[in-house]
């Protein structure tokens, strides 16, 4: 199983930028996908922006799109989520997740049951 650890959350007031950061253990071509999900207290698991290690096809949730920008390095197995204007709803803690599984070079899975391995998960809070 992927170990995965992220790293970069923090505390920002809204209009700010965080740039979080996700290392993963092993070597990247065992895997297919990399997304980024977020959890806000009392609400379910969201799907945040996700990308390919091959192609780097990405796609990102509504709520997101324009602000946020997935990218990947497969040289270092890291993943990265920069994100910009940020608003008090992003506030919530972000997960890293693996997914193993070829689902074609176009398509990206976006729900938390077709990711194989998670990490702890990194705080990310927006003061208004």
């Known amino acids: 199983q992927v170990q995965l650890v992220e790293s970069g959350g923090g505390l920002v007031q809204a209009g700010g930028s965080l740039r979080l950061s996700c290392a993963a253990s092993?070597?990247?071509?065992?895997?297919?996908?990399m997304g980024w999900f977020r959890q806000a207290p009392g609400k379910e698991r969201e799907f945040v922006a996700a990308?390919?290690?091959?192609?780097?096809?990405?796609v990102y949730a509504e709520s997101v799109k324009g602000r946020f920008t997935v990218s990947r390095d497969y040289a270092k197995n890291r993943v990265y989520l920069q994100m910009t204007s940020l608003k008090p709803e992003d506030t919530a803690i972000y997960y890293c997740?693996?997914?193993?599984?070829?689902?074609?070079?176009?398509?990206?899975?976006?729900?938390?049951?077709?990711?194989?391995?998670w990490g702890q998960g990194t705080q990310v809070t927006v003061s208004s």
């Open positions: 092993e070597r990247a071509f065992s895997g297919h996908a």
């Open positions: 997740a693996a997914d193993k599984t070829f689902r074609g070079i176009m398509l990206v899975a976006t729900t938390p049951l077709e990711y194989d391995s």
């Open positions: 990308i390919t290690w091959t192609h780097g096809i990405d």
